[in-house]
Antibody
Framework: QVNLVESGGGVVQPGTSLRLSCAAS????????MHWVRQAPGKGLEWVAF????????VYEDSVKGRFTISRDNSKNTLYLQMNSLRAEDTAVYYC??????????????WGQGTLVTVSS | EIVLTQSPGTLSLSPGERATLSCRAS???????LAWYQQKPGQAPRLLIY???SRATGIPDRFSGSGSGTDFTLTISRLEPEDFAVYYC?????????FGQGTKVEIK
């Protein structure tokens, strides 16, 4: 069965960096695009970034563009989100989610359990 | 950016009743690329509906989606106790992908 497990969250100070990971199993990781979606405490869902199946194309939400980098290592079945210059408003649970096909935007058919990132001084 | 507005914000109903949730888009988007997700407290979202009206794998047939253009609806024909949750619509037709603010279905 499809399984997505995020890790790397924690409490960090504003202006610092953090790298999230999402370990995938139960499907052919290299055949699917992948997303990061976040949810601030008590708030709704916000899409963050998307990467094509082979990593050649990446798309970002405007508020994270230039600060966050999505990447993947298909040999390790792992998705990453490098977050730099973190701000208080980046505080959220970060979910990785599978795109329903290999390229182009699609819906999120499987989700991880999320990892909490808290940006606070 | 396509803005999705969900209504009502909260729906108070009893088990067995019918729930009708609305999602309105600020502009039309590609090919009804509209999905619905269910989220329970402390859990990740779960896909219910994609393509505006197709049920995801394992989703009971009491859940149905309809609509096109800018107006979409999620209907739960008879609420079961496990259906009380928050529901989000999402458009995945254009960047940035956007979600509605959610509708909470609570027990009356």
């Amino acid at each position: 069965q499809v399984n997505l497990v995020e890790s790397g969250g924690g409490v960090v100070q504003p202006g610092t960096s953090l790298r999230l990971s999402c370990a995938a199993s139960g499907f052919t990781f290299s055949s699917y695009g992948m997303h990061w979606v976040r949810q601030a405490p008590g708030k709704g869902l916000e899409w963050v970034a998307f990467i094509w199946y082979d990593g050649t194309n990446k798309v970002y939400e405007d508020s994270v563009k230039g600060r966050f980098t999505i990447s993947r290592d298909n040999s390790k079945n792992t998705l990453y989100l490098q977050m730099n210059s973190l701000r208080a408003e980046d505080t959220a649970v970060y979910y990785c989610a599978r795109n329903n096909h290999y390229d182009g935007f699609g819906y999120h058919d499987y989700w991880g359990q999320g990892t909490l990132v808290t940006v606070s001084s | 950016e396509i803005v999705l507005t969900q209504s009502p914000g909260t729906l108070s109903l009893s088990p067995g009743e019918r729930a009708t949730l609305s999602c309105r888009a600020s502009q039309s988007f590609s090919s009804n690329y509209l999905a619905w997700y269910q989220q329970k407290p402390g859990q990740a979202p779960r896909l219910l509906i994609y393509g505006a009206s197709s049920r995801a794998t394992g989703i009971p047939d009491r859940f149905s989606g309809s609509g096109s253009g800018t107006d979409f609806t999620l209907t739960i024909s008879r609420l079961e106790p496990e259906d009380f949750a928050v529901y989000y619509c999402q458009q995945y037709g254009s960047s940035p992908l956007t979600f509605g603010q959610g509708t909470k279905v609570e027990i009356k």
